[in-house]
């Protein structure tokens, strides 16, 4: 396969998500070397000189003031990545990791780092042989950079830490020498300039987001079947309600349903003498709710963009001006208000999913649909405890979604007295993305039983789809059996965009992706 190339500062979050999901191999445009060699040049020089230059000729953090004899600079890049080694939990997941490493090659290939090339071939040397750094997700504040888990990244590139090769974790050393790769001796500033930055921040919101970004889809689908199974009106759906407002979101997800419920003949059997005025809001309300949670996606999304292509560790090189300066881009704030956005709007999508299933399984709101979607109810519960567990799953996303951003608190010695919590901030949306996919896929089966409870009546085509992609995984709910596989084979068909492939191909769904949004 050959390898993707990206430019540092102008990669798109296009490229990022098929970096994420397709395991690409992915070089840095050669067209930067040129100050990537330079910037190298300039570190070596200051490491050489007397003057006294941050993380060059001197220790680190409080440690600062300490200067390092030229003969020791490679130990104390060493010995930096070493002591900072300090991550505990469970590793991060190969993808996200692999993605991790490319952010920081985009980064040290803006030239202003002072990373020689050399560097940047090893990182991607193991990204093209499958050498993945066993990365410890906790540990990291979002300040001084993402300190821990890029120096467990740095320690496999000299040798040390843990790698993943072949199905198999071992020695860092050990993998790189069965992947025929040799580790390097880091120069000047080398150690400072792989770990400070915002990789593993970044990394893990743009995972959050890419997942989050499918299951907004998703709601599009869920939301308009759900509605069809209650019988709920499309008049909510008019445009000109959409444009007075004005929302990008709100307009595209009300053309979005409109679009998706067209040519519903349970729609078309009840717009004359309904006796229902109005439909609760989870029903009517979906646009606006939806649609602000795509709009605050969207500038999650351009905020990452940028970060994405940023030079984020401290100090920087500006080849220009002929100076090391000291600076602060690896505060990770930026990466943290993206991360309690997408939080925010992961669980207000889960929270208006969840009100719909709970309509569709109340008989005093469903419309005549038999209680909690049942075949026979009292001998059968149906889908009672479906719903239970929805509740507790849109529970627990709410807690999660109380932002990170403000919790910050001093570390080293005071001297890193502001910190962004930017690390758990975005670690803790898989576990969102992952609780609102099991969400939605409960909505799907119930939307699924309430659709075929209004037999005769058919659906939209699409809808209709949708629901014959569903049963050839999970058969209806004839009477009660044992649930939990179907739940998760739910979430699956959810989380895969299966079901909603029909977005692409239809000119008045412009939800786009979420690298669409800049």
Known sequence: MSALIVSPGAVRLA????????????RVDRAAEAAIRLAAERVGKAARGEEAVYGVNTGFGKLASVKIAAEDTETLQRNLILSHCCGVGEPLDTATTRLMMVLKLLSLGRGASGVRLEVLELIEACLEKGVTPVTPSQGSVGASGDLAPLAHMAAVLIGEGE???????????????RAGLKPVVLGPKEGLGLINGTQFSTACALVGLFEAWRLAEATVLTASMSTDAIMGSTAPLLPEIHELRGHRGQIEVAAAMRAVMEGSEIRESHREGDTRV????CIRCQPQVTGACIDLLRMAASTLEIEA????????????????VSGGNFHAEPVAFAADQIALAIAELGAIAQRRIALMVDPA?????????ARDPGLNSGLMIAEVTTAALMSENKHLANPCSTDSTPTSANQEDHVSMAAHGARRLARMNANLAHILGVELLCAAEGIEHRAPLKTSPPLQNALEQLRQNVPALEKDRYLAPDLETAAELIKSRSLVAFLDDNAALVLGGAHAAG
Do not use: C, K
Not at 163 to 177: K, S, T, V, Y
Not at 309 to 320: R, S
Not at 365 to 373: E, R
């Open 309 to 324: 292509n940023a030079a984020t560790d401290n100090p920087l090189v500006l080849i220009e001006e002929d100076r090391i």
């Open 365 to 373: 709101l469903s419309f005549d649909l038999p209680p909690f979607l």
């Open 163 to 177: 790698a993943e090769f072949g199905g198999e974790r071992m020695p860092g050393g050990a993998a790189l020498e």
């Open 15 to 26: 490229d990022l998500e098929r970096v994420y999901r397709e395991n690409l191999t992915v």
């Open 278 to 281: 109005q439909d609760p809001y």
